[in-house]
């Protein structure tokens, strides 16, 4: 057997062997400990992922039933005004018989009123017909009438009312529209 540096070369190999090997386990052992942490991270944060997408599913249906609620509250506000209406309607139905022709016009004209107050508290009003431009946004003619004293595309009669709220048409004024002196 040979000797190099005092030893023989087959104890020299295993030595250089577990010199090599130790700084590599260790190398091993480092990584292992690092992949460790690196899946415990991970699991945290999935745990977390799902958590927070719970919380916001749950926010998001608590936010639908807030808006169910506040539109139904709205719907029986709205309900209750029209009761009103329809009970003084179902009045004037009850006691026709007892009232002259002019009461019962009058009751109609005040059941009318307070059916525009009703309308005019949620926003709602008529279009403008009658001497006004035509608008084919807030219109439907359905009628053009010729020899008129008013200059074409001016509205000369309503058929129907129609209504808006706000900026937006709820239903169109039916009208008929000058076509102007020929």
């Known amino acids: 057997m040979e000797e190099t540096n005092g030893m023989p070369t087959e104890q020299q190999n295993t030595k250089n062997e577990q010199q090599s090997a130790t700084p590599d386990a260790a190398k091993?052992?480092?990584?292992?400990?690092?992949?460790?942490?690196?899946?415990?991270?991970a699991a945290d944060n999935w745990n977390r992922?799902?958590?927070?997408?719970?919380?916001?599913d749950n926010f998001r249906k608590r936010q639908e039933r807030v808006l169910t609620d506040r539109v139904q509250n709205q719907k029986k506000?709205?309900?209750?005004?029209?009761?009103?209406?329809?009970?003084?309607v179902e009045?004037?139905?009850?006691?026709?018989?007892?009232l002259s022709r002019e009461d019962l016009q009058q009751a109609l004209r005040m059941v009318q009123w307070q059916m525009n107050e009703v309308m005019?508290?949620?926003g709602i009003q008529s279009?403008?017909?009658?001497?006004?431009?035509f608008d084919p946004y807030m219109h439907e003619a359905i009628e053009a009438v010729e020899n008129s004293d008013q200059p074409e595309g001016t509205i000369v009669e309503e058929v129907l009312k129609g209504y808006k709220m706000g900026e937006e048409t709820l239903r169109p004024a039916r009208v008929k529209v000058s076509m102007g002196n020929k």
């Open 28 to 41: 091993i052992a480092e990584l292992e400990a690092q992949l460790a942490q690196a899946k415990q991270e």
């Open 49 to 56: 992922f799902l958590r927070e997408r719970a919380d916001l």
């Open 77 to 88: 506000a709205f309900i209750h005004k029209l009761l009103g209406v329809l009970d003084n």
């Open 91 to 98: 009045r004037a139905l009850v006691y026709q018989d007892t």
């Open 120 to 122: 005019r508290s949620e």
């Open 127 to 133: 279009v403008p017909t009658v001497g006004v431009a």
